[in-house]
């Protein structure tokens, strides 16, 4: 099996939930869930990947969305994932090196699925456009999903102001959607913003930026950061401004199967554009 990263922000991340503190198990009890993990892996992940790879390529996020749910709903986890004993780390030692690797590092989402997009050396990549988005799903050897979503809200506005000069762009959205392994929908982060500019000058025209915790996702401690907030993301003598929401991530008591992403990190997503007009958006763990 590839070597495997853990990733997650939604963003990707593997997840199972535990309630309170269970007593020891027994070795050969533990070496039987190891036994039945791995199997599950090896054999629904690739089910999943296919699932999604010959979907439409203009099919839409609900529709994306409709397919892993449905696809976890005849492959269901095995209860081997409810075993308080055990974790990534013992199930999967291999991957201590790249866990390490990305642990307690800022990581650009948009990025890494860049490159997993040309190496597929941790999962593979599927890209969805139609008029109105592009969507970017990454599914990982091991189930870790992680959506990103670039969406035109509504069409450019004309200025008010006529003797400014100023052009508006569309209004867009970046959304990033975490999932676990078992298929459970975690959390949705998004932000929305419109731009005008004239050549030299950006500014916001108007931000919006919420986020949802998810049933799947009652093992998370979620706590707000910004929302539809806007900053001065100048750079180089180039100017840009961006809207952003942000939102921080912690594992709550029980919370074994934390990957890359979700371990106790900030999230965010952000929508931005520069003096000419072009819009950018992504995702990122800080």
Excluded: C
């Excluded at 503190?21 to 791995?38: F, G």
């Excluded at 203009?58 to 081997?80: C, F, G, Q, R, V």
């Excluded at 991530?249 to 371990?263: A, P, R």
């Amino acid at each position: 099996m590839k070597k495997i990263l853990f990733f997650l922000l939604s963003i990707s991340l593997v997840t199972s939930i535990y309630g309170g503190t269970a007593s020891a198990v027994e070795p050969k009890d533990s070496q039987r869930d190891k036994e039945q993990i791995k199997n599950y892996v090896e054999n629904a992940v690739p089910l999943l990947q296919d699932s999604i790879e010959f979907l439409p390529k203009d099919s839409s996020l609900e529709k994306i969305e409709k397919t892993i749910s449905k696809h976890y709903k005849n492959h269901p986890t095995p209860s081997a994932f409810n075993n308080p004993n055990l974790s990534t780390n013992n199930v999967f030692p291999e991957m201590k090196s790249q866990l390490d690797k990305y642990k307690g590092k800022a990581l650009n989402i948009n990025d890494f699925i860049f490159e997993q997009d040309k190496t597929e050396s941790l999962g593979k990549v599927f890209t969805f456009k139609n008029e109105n988005s592009t969507v970017k799903v990454f599914v990982g050897d091991i189930g870790d999903i992680q959506i990103i979503e670039r969406k035109t809200v509504s069409a450019p506005k004309d200025s008010d102001d006529q003797a400014s000069a100023k052009l508006s762009t569309r209004t867009e959205r970046t959304t990033g959607i975490g999932y676990g392994t078992n298929g459970a929908k975690l959390f949705t982060l998004w932000a929305e913003g419109r731009f005008e500019y004239n050549g030299k000058k950006v500014s916001v025209a108007q931000k919006d930026g919420d986020y949802n915790k998810h049933f799947g996702g009652s093992g998370l401690d979620i706590s707000v950061r910004k929302l539809g907030a806007e900053r001065d993301a100048s750079y180089g003598g180039y100017a840009y401004r961006e809207v952003y929401s942000r939102i921080y991530v912690e594992s709550v008591v029980g919370f074994k199967w934390l990957g890359v992403i979700i371990n106790s990190k900030t999230v965010e997503a952000y929508i931005g554009a520069g003096a000419n007009g072009a819009v950018y958006g992504g995702l990122k763990k800080i």
